[in-house]
DNA sequence: AATGAATGAGACTTCATTCAT
DNA sequence: AATGAATGAAGTCTCATTCAT
């Protein structure tokens, strides 16, 4: 990639960076091109030089957080710590993500709210992957007797929904710190699995 | 309640079922007054003679779901079992709620998505209600010492976080029928009230 | 049909005559949504009331137009006169419309260049069909030993092509009336089929 | 010319031929200035520095192709063979270009729906000379006695028109060849003549 | 009570054109 | 000489809403 490329790729990165800060703020569904050119200073006529058509720009803007979260998640699992551990760090690392980018990472789970068909695929093909770790910590855990669990499939999607749902009623100015939430919300959900 | 007004309610609550019906089926922000007034063989325009507004129609679609699911829970709190018997009866109606009426019980989730300003008070009040009763339960199980719980409002948002999420995943093709799973469900969200 | 049908077919008809007399003065690809419906002082919204594109308006427009200049033709096919007067008479009225449709019954030339595909295999027939009844009318020419020619189809294509052409340079202040003109072309165009 | 004026003059020819091409493969309306300039694996902005705008482009596309067929008709005046074979061959050489440059030859056909004021006057003119060689060859076997023909003029848009014509239909795959569609539409053009 | 018709604001998208580098 | 980037005007289309009848 050469500089020119380089600096492309950056302002693509830019236009994603704050087109979910807009969706933060105002909501998927009344974000419009204009609102996320404005907050760059671009027109919208300048998003299409980046992004073929607001689906797209959505898209990746989708791609690129959920990328970010199976990363992380990613290097959790490969950490040499219990299962439990691994899991509470999960949980926490997946309530950060969903307080931060709540109406993105939302599309995740509504993607045919929202996107034609020829995306949905892409998009529950990487959601079914980010899950997938989540069964792996699981999976292990069951082999190093650390939990007990016969449902595993459900016993996973009970924790991401009731992280999930975070979202609904996180406040900063709430009573408890968000370190102290993602304590609690980590210790409860950890009981389902023993 | 002359005839005139009982007819008038009654059309009313017809257009709300249909409502319900037309945004199950073409998700939320898809359905245009046209769609629902198709449903209905009527035209968009004589809506409006029941309904001041795209979003009071919406308000009153979510209310009726609302109380029916407030009702049904208040039921449950008045019999004469177990808290423990209480809650799970309680997380069943959830869970059938939330698969049946997904579209419409989401609104509860972000009004501010849909709703301006002078609707997402009271929207808010009645969801609150709704979840205070799931609150009165635990209370319940304390005091009969049926549940240890520290952080009660948490462990109350972790279940019914968790039973909201069915929605995404449910589907009635699925390995396990809808009672399994409402079974399953109850047995592990119980476990965080122990 | 009842009385509004009526209305609404009444007005589907005016709004393709007006867009006919737009497209006529501002050229095909210069007429918008905006203008087509200035001329009868509606708003562009209103059009998308009566039909579901610009495309499908255009379609219309053209169909009609195709419609009317085939009936004609039929017409004149069914006379009891020599095929030579029938031939005549069918090059005037073809003439006529090719003056007075200009911009519409070019449509009917190069439909690829306007429509998707969808419209074009029902313009491409009911061109052909047009087309046909020139086809028939030599052919039964032939029969009768008025016309002698071997090449049918070319004769016919030679014929309708000089016959289009005319748009390009006619207009009301030239040398000849357009009744002469019509007069002199047909005479000139029998030569080529004996 | 000194060599970087003849390397832009070639470069602009280079453009002018792709323009052609691309014009003929995707239409006229179809064609915006980044395909020309993909064709040639340049930048739409390069395109700017030869030409001022598109329409020049457009004109001098025209131009190009015009003045070539105009040259092809000279030499076949300047030839010394009957008014017969001279209006055949002419014929043959109009229908050629007419087929394969049909896009831009259309131009000269209606240059108002495209063109501007200031552009329509010298291609009319243009135009109008093309005409005139034809006038001029009719006129010739007028003279010599070979033609018999009362309205020139007419008898010569007659002519035009109907070899413009087979731009609609023509199709390499068709049931004749180029070559014989040529010689029967000149054989039987010619009949008007006599 | 109901509807057909019309409206207008606002959204997405395209593309010729400009310009600093 | 060429280009990447940005612009802005213009066009199509959607849809909640209004209103005379």
Redesign the interface.
């Known amino acids: 990639m050469n500089l020119r490329e380089k600096k492309a790729a950056k302002k693509r990165e830019d236009i994603l960076r704050s087109a979910s800060l807009v969706i933060s703020r105002k909501?998927?569904?009344?974000t419009t091109m204009e609102d996320i050119a404005a907050e760059l200073l671009m027109t919208k006529g300048s998003l299409y030089y980046y992004f073929k058509n607001k689906e797209e720009l959505l898209f990746q803007c989708h791609d690129l957080i959920l990328s970010n979260a199976f990363n992380q998640l990613e290097d959790i699992y490969g950490k040499e710590i219990s299962s439990g551990e691994k899991m509470k760090a999960a949980i926490k690392v997946h309530l950060d993500i969903a307080i931060q980018e709540k109406e993105i990472f939302n599309l995740t789970?509504?993607p045919?709210?929202?996107f034609s068909k020829e995306y949905i695929d892409p998009i529950v093909k990487k959601r079914d992957a980010y899950a997938g770790l989540f069964d792996r910590m699981i999976q292990q855990g069951i082999q190093k007797g650390e939990f007990t669990v016969n449902?595993k499939k459900?016993?996973r999607?009970?924790?991401?929904?009731?992280?999930?749902?975070?979202q609904?009623?996180y406040s900063p100015e709430g009573e408890?710190s968000k370190e102290e939430?993602e304590q609690?919300?980590a210790d409860?959900?950890l009981?389902?699995l023993t």
């Open positions: 909501g998927f569904h009344h789970v509504k045919e709210q929202i449902q459900m016993a999607m009970i924790i991401l929904g009731a992280a999930n749902w975070i609904v009623w408890f939430i609690i919300y409860y959900l009981k389902i």
